[in-house]
């Protein structure tokens, strides 16, 4: 098991940018693939994770171009960078662990993830 603590979050005008981080604390971070997902009006959504070691990254379609997810494993952090952000990005935002160690394929789905931050609020004002 891991512990996830996510920051960054806040209040930004549209066509702004935030970056969120989150750090974890517990096993060997850089083994597993993480996540980040958003909630808004009670409906969750995938938008971004990272493989393990940073082989390769996905993305949602509604994100693509304006967000960036990166981690440091010396730090044991995964960041989003956001980018123009637009009032639909407004949502809570959660990162993730993967479940699986050396995960072959990058997961978009919430149950390839078993450890989950307590989220932070992106507000985007237009």
């Known amino acids: 098991q891991v512990r996830l603590v996510e920051s960054g979050g806040g209040l930004v005008q549209a066509g702004g940018s935030l970056r969120l981080s989150c750090a974890a604390d517990?096993?060997?971070?850089?083994?597993?693939?993480m996540g980040w997902f958003r909630q808004a009006s009670g409906k969750s959504e995938f938008v971004a994770a990272i493989?393990?070691?940073?082989?390769?990254?996905a993305y949602a379609d509604s994100v693509q171009g304006r967000f960036t997810i990166s981690r440091d494993d010396a730090k044991n952090t995964v960041y989003l960078q956001m980018n123009s952000l637009k009032p639909e990005d407004t949502a809570v935002y959660y990162c993730?662990?993967?479940?699986?160690?050396?995960?072959?394929?990058?997961?978009?789905?919430?149950?390839?993830?078993?450890?989950w931050g307590q989220g932070t609020q992106v507000t985007v004002s237009s």
């Open positions: 993730a662990s993967d479940t699986v160690r050396f995960r072959a394929r990058l997961g978009r789905e919430e149950a390839a993830y078993g450890s």
């Open positions: 517990g096993r060997t971070f850089s083994d597993y693939s």
């Open positions: 493989r393990w070691r940073s082989i390769s990254t």
